[in-house]
C-alpha cells in the first residue's frame, strides 16, 4: 500500500469509529461513492457512506422494489462519513503524489496540445484511483477494522452513480468472497 492508502484507511478507521453504537446493528453495507472534482479525472475522491435496514423499509414503497431499496444509491441515507481525497486536504496531496509517481498526471498546458493523449491518461487515473479504493477496501476487511466495528463482515461497495457490469466486478474485488454477492447479482440482472 501507499502513503495515500494507508492514509485513507486510517481516516475510515477513524470515520467508522465515530458513527453511532446504537446504527451500527442496522448498517448492512458501506458506501465508497467515487467522483471526480468538476469533472476532472485528474482530480478523484470518494466519500465514504453507510445504509441501514431501517432505510431500505423507509424507501421500499419508493423504489420499485426492496432490492433497488437497498442497493440503488440514490435511496441511501446520503450520510457523508468522510471525504477522501477532497482539495486542499493531506489525502488530496498523498493521492496527487502517488498519481505522479506512476506517471499518471498532465498539465493544462498539455491537455490544450494534446487532448487525446491526455485523455487516455485520464483513463489511465480514473483505474488507478478505482483500483486504489479496492485496495483500500480489501485492506480494510483484511485488518480486520470492519469485522471489529460491526461485529461481523459487512460488503462495501465501490460504485459511481451509475451501475454496470464493471462497477459488479470491482465491489465484488473490493471484498471477502461471495460477501457483495447480492449487490452484484442486483447489478448483473439489472
Keep these: 500500500m501507499n502513503d495515500f492508502e494507508k492514509f485513507a484507511c486510517t481516516e475510515i478507521g477513524n470515520a467508522l469509529a465515530r458513527i453511532d453504537a446504537a446504527a451500527v446493528p442496522d448498517i448492512y453495507a458501506l458506501s465508497f461513492f467515487v ?3 468538476d469533472g476532472d ?3 478523484p475522491w470518494f466519500q465514504l457512506g453507510y445504509n441501514t435496514r431501517a ?3 423507509a424507501c ?3 423504489a420499485s422494489d426492496a432490492d433497488e431499496a437497498k442497493w440503488n444509491f440514490a435511496f441511501w441515507l446520503q450520510n457523508e462519513l468522510a471525504f477522501i481525497g477532497e482539495p486542499g486536504t493531506e489525502g488530496r496531496e498523498l493521492l496527487e503524489r502517488a498519481l505522479k509517481a506512476e506517471g499518471l498526471w498532465y498539465t493544462d498546458e ?3 496540445g494534446d487532448f487525446e493523449r491526455c485523455m487516455l491518461v485520464a483513463d489511465r487515473i480514473t483505474a488507478y484511483f478505482v483500483g486504489a479504493c479496492v485496495r483500500i477496501a480489501q485492506a480494510l476487511h483484511a485488518s480486520g477494522t470492519i469485522g471489529e466495528r460491526f461485529g461481523h463482515p459487512v460488503p462495501i461497495i465501490v460504485h459511481e452513480l451509475e451501475y454496470y457490469e464493471q462497477i459488479a466486478i470491482r465491489t465484488a474485488a473490493a471484498n471477502p468472497p461471495g460477501l457483495a454477492q447480492e449487490f ?3 447489478v448483473i440482472k439489472g
Design 35 to 37: 467522483d471526480d472534482v
Design 41 to 43: 479525472p485528474r482530480y
Design 55 to 57: 432505510q431500505v423499509a
Design 60 to 62: 421500499t414503497a419508493s
Design 110 to 112: 498539455e491537455e490544450a
Design 184 to 186: 452484484v447479482d442486483w
